[in-house]
T-cell receptor, first 113, second 114 residues
């Protein structure tokens, strides 16, 4: 079965540190890839998505992610985090021809000032 | 404009009871999705509708779970004979069409089965 792995369950950083959250998926066919964020007390929101084209995708709030097909990875990055980035981050995959999102277990990010 | 709304925000019930959870999608969105999120896990797909019909219900865990969308807008997730293992946050999402469009999530309904 298709699965999504987020190996970092809990990340703690100081403000201005760089961030990279890992995401790997198991499906070998064509996929669409997403990062969602859930700020404390808020809904899941889309950070960025990849469907095709340039494998380096830029999203909101300075986040970006790179799709590396050979590694089945879609890691999320931000060069300098802020306290307001404290949230839970979910990677999700949608297999071509289906509409359901398959989510990873999430990474909890805490940023201290 | 208004986002996806879900009611109730919290529901506490006793084992064996029947519950209904409601989702109001973004106006004009034809695709509607239900997910379930257990503690410490990511959302898990249950079912999605394109219009009034269930296009994929492969995620429903068993026949105690059922969902409807009779007029192609509001959807209701129905759980019969609730079990303690059904306790979770039930999320609804909608998109303007299936395929490449973003799924917009609601705030969820937290279901607790005692």
């Amino acid at each position: 079965a298709q699965s999504v792995s987020q190996h970092n369950h809990h990340v703690i950083l100081s403000e201005a540190a760089s961030l990279e959250l890992g995401c790997n998926y198991s499906y070998g066919g064509t996929v669409n890839l997403f990062w969602y964020v859930q700020y404390p007390g808020q809904h899941l929101q889309l950070l960025l998505k990849y469907f095709s084209g340039d494998p380096l995708v830029k999203g909101i709030k300075g986040f970006e992610a790179e799709f590396i097909k050979s590694k089945f990875s879609f890691n999320l990055r931000k060069p300098s985090v802020q306290w307001s980035d404290t949230a839970e981050y979910f990677c999700a995959v949608k297999r071509l021809g289906t509409d359901k999102l398959i989510f990873g277990t999430g990474t909890r990010l805490q940023v201290f000032p | 404009g208004a986002g996806v709304s879900q009611t109730p925000s919290n529901k506490v019930t006793e084992k064996g009871k029947y519950v209904e959870l409601r989702c109001d999608p973004i106006s004009g969105h034809t695709a509607l999705y239900w997910y379930r999120q257990s503690l410490g896990q990511g959302p898990e797909f249950l079912i999605y509708f394109q219009g009034t019909g269930a296009a994929d219900d492969s995620g429903l865990p068993n026949d105690r779970f059922f969902a409807v969308r009779p007029e192609g807008s509001v959807s209701t997730l129905k759980i019969q004979r609730t079990e303690r293992g059904d306790s979770a946050v039930y999320l609804c999402a909608s998109s303007s069409r299936t395929g490449t469009d973003t799924q917009y999530f609601g705030p969820g309904t937290r279901l607790t089965v005692l």
